[in-house]
Structure formats: C-alpha cells, structure tokens
C-alpha cells in the first residue's frame, strides 16, 4: 500500500528542480506502490498514477483502456477530448487527432498515414533532413552565446515535418509559433483558470484556415506532398472529412516537432553531463547503435500519456471504476530497475529492450522511424558541427509541463563568459 508520508501525486505545481529532474520524484513512488491515487479536482474523473513498467504496459495495450471520454463515461454528449466545450475552434481541430481516436477511425486514418513514414520513405528523406540541419547549423555558428532550442532544436523538426506536408518555407515560422501556443493548451503548462486556452483557440483558428486553404488549392493537384495524398485519398472516397485533414495535419506538426525538440535539447544536456561520453561520441564515425534508443528512455520527451478505464478493473492493487481517469508514466516506467537494470545509468551500448519513450499498442507513436531519423541526424550534426558543444556553461529553463517534457532554453555559454541574466 501506498506511504503515509507520500502526498498525492500530481503532474502540475512541481518545483523548477523537480521539473528538470523528475525521476527521484517518480522512484519514491514507485518504490512505495506501481499505481497511486491521484489528487482529482472538484467533480472531476477518480485519476490513478501508474508508475511500474509492467502496469504502464499493461494499461496501454489494453483494449479496457481508451482515449475517448465519452466511450469511458457512457455519456454521449460529453467532451471527447480535454478541451472545454467553449473553445470551438480548439476542440474541432484536436478531437480528429490521431491520438485521441479508437478504432475504426483510430485504425483507418494510421492506415492511410503509414505508408508515408514507413522506414523506405523515411530514408529517402534523410538526404534532406541532413541539408536542414547543416543549414541551422551554419546559422548559430556566429552566435557567440547559441540557444540550441530556439536556433536549432525547435525549428529543425518543423522544417522536416513542413517539408513533408508540403508547407512553403516561408510560413515555417508562423507555424512554429501556433504550434507552440496550441501545445501550452494541451498540457499541464496551463495552471488553472483558462490557462493558454484562449491563445491555443486563436492557433486552432488560424491553422484551420490555413490548412482549408490548403486543402482547396491541392485539389485534382498531383503534388508528391503528404497533405496532396490526403486530399487525394478523401477525393478518391476514403472516410476523411476536411476538418480531419485539417486535425491531421496540425497533429502531425504539433506532436512531430515538440518531441523532437525536447529529445535533442535534453540529449544535449545529458551529454554535456558526461563529458567522457561526449567525446566518444564526437569522434566515433557513426553514433553506436543504441544512443538514440538509449536516451529516449533514460530521459524522454513525453513523460505521460492519458487513458480512460472503459471498464470497472484493477490497476495495481486499486479497483480502478469505468470512467476513471488513468496516467502512465513513462519515464517512471522507463527508469523501473525490475526491467532496466541500472536504470538511472545512462549506457548508450545497453541493449534496446522495449523501452516505452514511443509509447505501446494502438497508439505507439505513428512517426517512430522519421522521430529515430531526426534524433539521429539532428544529434550527429550538433556532435559534429559544434566543437564548443561540450565546453563553458549553460543557461537551461524548462517548461512548466511534466507532460511535454523539456527545456524552452538551453544557452551555451563559452568559457569563462558570464551566464546569460534569465
């Protein structure tokens, strides 16, 4: 049973500490109990912590588990997706998205995606992913105090990630900026009241337009892009609706560039911390195979992924009631010594075993192989193109989000330089 000492677990209010470094947070209460009852807000869903790597594992390949409220309270009319009822423009773009939909929809629309980041059409894109990242590294050479999240992290996956939409590069920034505000909506950076909802309503806004506009101008257009197939696909009698493209798309954009942001601004980080490491890493000719797998689990970028209980069952040694509300916590999971022997070890030449930084089940993460590409190819170019990387001090800021996990900033600062005022 769960310490008497340990309060309630929670996801928001941590400390900056705390947020940086969550795993002694995630080992005191996963030593005590692999499930916790969480703190629920007045007339909210019972919300239960799942903290052990075989519980996490359990819960997302479960079929009693589920992403659609609505389905897990039996209520119709409820709201499908963690969006209020009030902001419209917001919850029509996030309730088509991939990860918040069961089967069939669920099955159809991955279906009509997977060919297109299948392993053979992502290393036809690694040529140009490469390009990208050596020309955002020739932009923050001159830099003499870089921020490798603004100037390199950020950007570099929604160039990609553009790229395969079919998006002109002169719009890259406007998106990057609604990305970000849809994304503070949907995570736990939003603290009460209506937090980033009115910011994230004015995105979804925007990008609904854009992408309709879109929509319109590739119809009967034989562009090679990801958002032409879709038209194509819908065209051709395939059971998507505009605002589904539109949902897609603003998913993909969403979902593929915060990831990979935060996996390259925390690898940084971890190697910074290991010198050694990173020295081995530099001039080795290719990154050991692990490294990229290595680091997904020992720090990932997505920290918890929501289900709901479809039915009454037990999670731990909770009876968990339909309609509850579920948390598994990957990077507890992905630090559980009962399967990652020293698990706060980072070892780049462990072996993969299934870690759970991409998820599991139906919802493992559709992008897996273009997410390993870019990881690769963006961590190789900062180890290569960087020959300060290793050297002086850092300015780090993490967002307020222990879902989304990662840091806004990551200043390099060259040897005895002051550091940068936060």
């Given at each position: 049973m769960p310490s008497a000492t340990l309060p309630r677990f929670?996801?928001?209010?941590?400390?900056?500490?705390d947020i940086a470094h969550p795993y002694p947070v995630y080992r005191r209460y996963r030593e005590s109990a692999p499930v916790h009852r969480g703190a629920s807000?007045?007339?909210?869903?019972?919300t239960f912590y799942v903290f052990s790597y075989d519980e996490?594992?359990?819960?997302?390949?479960?079929?009693?588990?589920?992403?659609?409220?609505?389905v897990a309270s039996g209520d119709a009319d409820a709201v499908p997706v963690p969006v209020p009822a009030e902001y419209r423009a917001l919850r029509a773009v996030v309730e088509n998205w991939l990860v918040f939909l069961d089967p069939p929809r669920h099955t159809e629309l991955r279906s009509l995606l997977a060919s297109e980041f299948s392993p053979s059409v992502v290393a036809g894109l690694r040529p140009r992913i490469a390009r990208?990242?050596?020309?955002?590294l020739e932009r923050l050479a001159p830099h003499r105090a870089p921020d490798l999240v603004e100037g390199f992290a950020a950007p570099f996956p929604v160039l990609v990630i553009s790229e395969l939409l079919g998006i002109p590069r002169e719009h890259h920034a406007w998106l990057r900026e609604n990305a970000v505000?849809?994304?503070e909506a949907s995570t736990t950076r939003s603290r009460g009241g209506t937090g980033g909802y009115p910011g994230a309503e004015a995105a979804a806004r925007e990008f609904a337009g854009y992408f309709r506009r879109e929509v319109r101008a590739r119809r009967g257009d034989d562009r090679g892009d990801l958002l032409t197939l879709l038209v194509r696909a819908r065209d051709g009698g395939a059971p998507l609706t505009v605002d589904g493209i539109v949902g897609t798309c603003v998913h993909l954009l969403t979902a593929g560039h915060e990831t990979t942001t935060n996996f390259l601004a925390k690898a940084v980080l971890a190697l910074r911390a290991r010198p050694h490491l990173l020295d081995e890493l530099r001039t080795a000719p290719e990154l050991p195979p692990g490294t990229v797998e290595e680091l997904l689990r020992h720090d990932p970028p997505v920290?918890?992924?929501?289900?709901?209980?479809?039915d009454d069952t037990r999670v731990g040694d909770h009876e968990v009631a339909r309609g509850s509300r579920v948390v598994a916590l990957l990077g507890s999971a992905n630090r559980d010594p009962a399967r990652f022997p020293r698990p706060d070890v980072l070892d780049v030449r462990r072996p993969a075993d299934r870690h759970l930084g991409f998820g599991l089940g139906i919802h493992y993460c559709l992008g897996a192989t273009l997410a390993r590409a870019e990881a690769e190819i963006?961590?190789?170019?900062?180890?290569?193109?960087?020959?300060g990387l290793g050297e002086g001090g850092q300015q780090v800021d993490y967002a307020d989000d222990m879902v989304f996990h990662g840091p806004t900033r990551l200043v390099l600062t060259p040897p005895g330089a002051p550091s940068p005022l936060p």
């Open positions: 929670d996801l928001k209010g941590w400390d900056r500490e807000g007045a007339g909210g869903p019972e996490v594992v359990r819960v997302l390949s479960s079929t009693r588990f589920g992403r659609d409220a609505r990208i990242a050596h020309e955002l505000a849809l994304q920290q918890a992924v929501t289900r709901w209980a479809y963006g961590l190789k170019a900062l180890l290569k193109g960087l020959p």
